[in-house]
């Protein structure tokens, strides 16, 4: 007898009951999330996600004067509850914000005005262990950013730890280039490309697409 697939729980922490009633709303019918509350403060949102135990947080930056914001949240929540992971969800996409919300351990970054279909997307790459950045709006954001900045000074080029071949495969990844298309156009295996990938973090002391996007900028690799 086949099995029900157990949808991905989902909670939303939005200090605008509107926009997270209408997500919930939005998702009521749908056969892979199911969202389960919609908090609105600070302290709401860590009581409610430690009494659900959600698979997935969507969580906003802004929250009323006087509470912490959405990263200092999420640090809290992350720290008392191991693989849940946390997509910020926001209306801004200033780069610094954007450096810290993925420094701080949170899974991803979204734009509020994505669409439900990318809303379900990022959430099932999330919930599946995927980094969840968009490689328009907000990569293009980093890169924008990264570029008016000039390497540190008494940086070079040089200065990088990777191997030319790493350093390609880099700044292919930073590119948006999947492991496969990286395979395909350096004639390599995946095996080899995720090894490298592996080699590539550790040397960097990255832990995401976004956060090698960044190093390479430090070193003004962005290609």
């Known amino acids: 007898m086949a099995t029900t697939k157990q949808k991905i729980r989902v909670v939303i922490a939005d200090d605008h009951p509107t926009y997270g ?7 009521r019918d749908d056969d892979v999330v199911d969202f389960l509350e919609a908090a609105t403060s600070d302290q709401a949102t860590i009581e409610m996600v430690n009494r659900q135990k959600p698979d997935v947080v969507l969580m906003d930056y802004e929250f009323p004067e006087g509470q912490m914001d959405g990263v200092k949240i999420s640090e809290l929540l992350l720290a008392q509850n191991p693989g849940l992971k946390i997509i910020m969800l926001s209306r801004h996409g200033e780069v ?13 970054y979204l734009l509020k005005e994505r669409s439900m279909a990318e809303i379900k997307k990022a959430i099932e790459a999330a919930h ?10 907000l990569v293009q954001v980093l890169a924008e950013g990264i570029r008016i900045n ?4 008494g940086q070079k080029n040089d200065d990088h730890p990777l191997t ?3 350093l390609e495969i880099a700044q292919l990844m930073a590119r948006g280039k999947t492991t496969r298309d990286i395979a395909e ?6 095996n080899t490309v995720d090894t490298h ?13 976004a956060e090698l996007i960044i190093s390479l900028g430090e070193f003004g690799l962005f290609p």
């Open 164 to 166: 030319p071949r790493e």
């Open 150 to 153: 000039a390497p540190a000074k």
């Open 128 to 137: 599946a262990g995927f980094e969840v950045v968009e490689r328009g709006t």
């Open 185 to 190: 156009e350096l004639f390599i295996s995946n």
């Open 96 to 108: 610094p914000l954007i450096k810290n919300a993925l420094g701080s351990g949170l899974s991803g």
């Open 197 to 209: 990938k592996k080699n590539i973090y550790s040397k960097l002391g990255v832990k995401n697409v």
């Open 21 to 27: 009633e209408g997500l919930k709303a939005l998702f």
